[in-house]
């Protein structure tokens, strides 16, 4: 048995890319969606001892192909030689039940389909395992138990995986360290502390909750574009610069006097989601000269709590629960009323919650 497994010499969008060596019993993450990383995973696929990310057919006539077809023709694939015996304790590790081998791949809950894939690339015996995005679909405490139970099995038999996800709680478990792979490009590799706290592309900085910006440090300050948001800094040079969702202010009038500077910017809303328990908006500068695009909470259905914890249905200012920005409307039916795509609102950044850090670190 190998004791690591080289990731040098990996392909991603026709390029090498060099991940390092991964520890047998450890799990290396990668952070992209199933089309950025899916060549990443193959060519990690390709290497020798490796099993081949067990993917489930999709469509009415896969549908209806039994279980356990599927198994033999993927344990088949994966050259596996591990037995029946091997099978059976992979399935009962995993929870795959007699009765779920004899049912159809349509008529799988995400629960159990997430069971099966682990337990048929456990099966092959194969010492590095790879995985597309196992956790997809899964609800929550499913979920956090899977991927507890993959990550144990792993440090106990001395086997290695390499997984993709979208999702950031999937990488808790990813103990080799992360990478972070966008639009044909390895954007970040370290830590999962790392590669949060100073997010170096658009999906670690949207599942940490922050907008992220390339910007200027010279002569004291940073600078973001050509816009008048500006913070001190001892850095210099080119920098990432990362602002939360709630790290600005908003209000439908210019001359609210809740804004403390003078540099208030016109925007637009330009999209609205749900975020977990917040609503938030999208919003795009009126004059890229003065402000900035953002994502920003626009109010939180959990409430909104004091330093203390205590949650504020009523205060004194008027803010109804759950708001964020009484100058948008003190109740979330005004904030509906007020606010829609195309809205025009104003807006004071707290440059208090911008961090900047250097472009140089990762290269």
């Known amino acids: 048995m190998n004791d690591e497994l080289s990731l040098s010499g990996l392909s991603l969008d026709g390029r090498r890319i060099d991940l390092g060596r991964l520890r047998a019993g450890t799990v290396l993450g990668l952070m992209g969606s199933p089309e950025d990383t899916a060549e990443v995973i193959a060519s990690v696929a390709a290497l020798s001892d490796v099993a081949p990310a067990p993917q489930l057919p999709t469509g009415i006539r896969a549908g209806r192909k039994r279980v356990r077809r599927w198994v033999k023709e993927y344990l088949r694939r994966a050259d596996a030689g591990s037995g029946e015996a091997a099978s059976a304790a992979a399935y009962s590790d995993f929870g795959v039940s007699p009765a779920l081998l004899d049912a159809r791949l349509g008529e799988l809950g995400p629960g ?12 092959t015996g194969a010492q590095w395992l790879t995985f597309v995005d196992p956790f997809a679909s899964v609800p929550g405490h499913i979920r956090t138990g899977l991927r507890a139970r ?3 099995r792993a440090a106990e038999t001395g086997r290695g995986i390499v997984f ?4 950031l709680t999937d990488f808790t478990v990813a103990e080799a360290g992360v990478a972070d792979i966008e639009k044909g490009q390895l954007v970040a590799f370290g830590s999962l502390e790392q590669i949060i706290a100073e997010p170096r592309g658009a999906l670690p900085a949207e599942l940490s909750g922050v907008n992220i910006y390339s910007g200027l440090a010279r002569k004291g300050w940073v600078s973001i574009g050509h816009s008048a948001v500006r913070a001190r800094t001892e850095l210099d040079g080119k920098v990432f610069v990362t602002l939360g969702f709630r790290s600005a202010l908003l209000s439908l009038d210019e001359r609210d006097p809740a804004f403390t500077s003078a540099t208030v910017f016109e925007a637009i809303v330009v999209g609205l989601r749900d975020r977990g328990s917040c ?4 919003l795009s ?5 003065m402000g900035l695009p953002l994502t920003v909470d626009l109010a939180d ?13 009523e205060p004194a200012d008027g803010r109804g629960f759950g708001v964020l920005h009484p100058g948008l409307g003190a109740s979330i039916s005004e904030l509906r009323t007020n606010v829609k795509v195309g809205t025009h609102v104003f807006v004071e950044v707290d440059t208090s919650g911008l961090q900047a850090y250097s472009v140089e670190q990762f290269d």
Do not use: N
């Open 301 to 313: 259905l959990a409430g909104v709590r004091d330093s203390a914890g205590r949650l504020h249905l």
């Open 150 to 152: 993959l990550a144990e």
């Open 112 to 123: 159990d389909a997430a069971r099966l894939r682990l337990a048929v690339a456990w099966a």
């Open 164 to 167: 993709s996800s979208t999702t």
């Open 285 to 289: 500068p009126v004059d890229t000269e």
């Open 279 to 282: 609503i938030q908006a999208k």
